[in-house]
């Protein structure tokens, strides 16, 4: 059975702060994904990590791919309150698309 | 406008009755899927779709029946609704190495 496992699944951090959000899942994918969600509100893409190594960066969001240990990063820079949201991210086996229980951040002025 | 629409944004239904929520895109874009979103469980993947034709479950596809003889169209039907499918439903397409496509979800409550 796929496990996709956020963790934490809960942050509370200050303004400033540098952070990062774990995602391990449990067998061979070729993408995995990261999507952000605002409350009340539908997903939003914030990337797609196609290889082994895969590092993209967008503002204060990097992420990253290591397919051997099943294992993708989403590290936050210097936290602004606007990233206050919930994070997911998925994976893709098999045609399936499998998400994460989702982390939700909560950035302190 | 392109883009996936999903219909009703909301709904209400009893215990019991017949309900299907629509999902259709303008893009042609070949995976289609639906997912339930719950508090402490994320998205969960009830059925998919990889073209006009083919489905298959997903995680959770019990009490839930899906068609797609059309490729922008992929309804989910709830055969007999139960309180615990009380959810926000969202469709989604996929093409290719892009990113999914959500649509802006449907609430659904059953009574």
């Known amino acids: 059975e796929l496990k996709v496992e956020q963790n934490p699944l809960f942050l509370s951090m200050q303004e400033g702060k540098n952070y990062t959000i774990y995602c391990n899942y449990s067998?061979?994918?070729?993408?995995l994904y990261w999507y952000r969600q605002d409350p009340g509100k539908s997903l939003e893409s914030l990337f797609v990590l196609l290889s082994n190594g895969a590092v993209k960066q967008e503002g204060r969001l990097m992420a990253s791919l290591d397919t051997k240990a099943r294992l993708s990063t989403l590290h936050i820079t210097a936290a602004v309150h606007d990233l206050s949201a919930t994070y997911f991210c998925?994976?893709?086996?098999?045609?399936?698309?499998?998400f994460g229980k989702g982390t939700r951040l909560h950035i302190l002025p | 406008d392109a883009g996936i629409t999903q219909s009703p944004r909301y709904k209400i239904t009893e215990t019991g009755r017949q309900v299907t929520l629509m999902c259709h895109q303008t893009?042609?874009?070949?995976?289609m899927f639906w997912y339930r979103q719950d508090l402490g469980h994320g998205l969960r993947l009830i059925y998919y779709s990889a073209a006009a034709d083919i489905t298959d479950k997903g995680e959770v596809p019990d009490g839930y029946v899906v068609s797609r003889s059309k490729t922008e169209n992929f309804p989910l039907t709830l055969e007999s609704a139960t309180r615990s499918q009380t959810s926000v439903y969202f469709c989604a397409t996929e093409q290719g190495d892009s990113p999914l496509h959500f649509g802006n979800g449907t609430r659904l409550t059953v009574t």
């Open positions: 998925a994976v893709d086996p098999y045609d399936k698309i499998i």
């Open positions: 067998t061979t994918s070729d993408r």
């Open positions: 893009w042609s874009h070949s995976y």
